[in-house]
């Protein structure tokens, strides 16, 4: 079981910054990948970025490849992403969530693979 809690959320500027965290428990961050993925009222969930365990492989969405990070805090426990000129189309309830099983070829875009999800925290930014 892995449990996971979000944190960081708030209200930004356009052309501001934030940086959300994933806190977890139960497995350690660097035996598990770590999935971003945000949803904004009346729209679908969306990928945002992932972490492979082990390797720390990265993905990024088109929408946020080049502003947004993700990285693991092995003594944490927590996985980090790191929000920059954030956008307004950027608001949205942003949840992390957590695949233990997955294997080299597992697609991270695809929100069927993860096990386990956060209850999420809203970014909002104002223009």
């Known amino acids: 079981q892995v449990q996971l809690v979000e944190s960081g959320g708030g209200l930004v500027q356009a052309g501001g910054s934030l940086r959300l965290s994933c806190a977890a428990s139960?497995?350690?961050?660097?035996?598990?990948?770590i999935g971003w993925f945000r949803q904004a009222p009346g729209k679908e969930r969306e990928f945002v970025a992932a972490i492979r365990r082990s390797g720390g492989v990265t993905y990024y969405a088109d929408s946020v490849k080049g502003r947004f990070t993700v990285s693991r805090d092995s003594a944490k426990n927590t996985v980090s992403l790191q929000m920059n000129s954030l956008k307004p189309e950027d608001t949205a309830n942003y949840y992390c969530?957590?695949?233990?099983?997955?294997?080299?070829?597992?697609?991270?875009?695809?929100?069927?693979?993860?096990?386990?999800w956060g209850q999420g925290t809203q970014v909002t930014v104002s223009s």
């Open positions: 969530a957590a695949d233990v099983n997955g294997i080299s070829t597992t697609p991270y875009q695809l929100a069927d693979v993860y096990e386990y």
């Open positions: 139960g497995r350690s961050v660097q035996r598990i990948a």
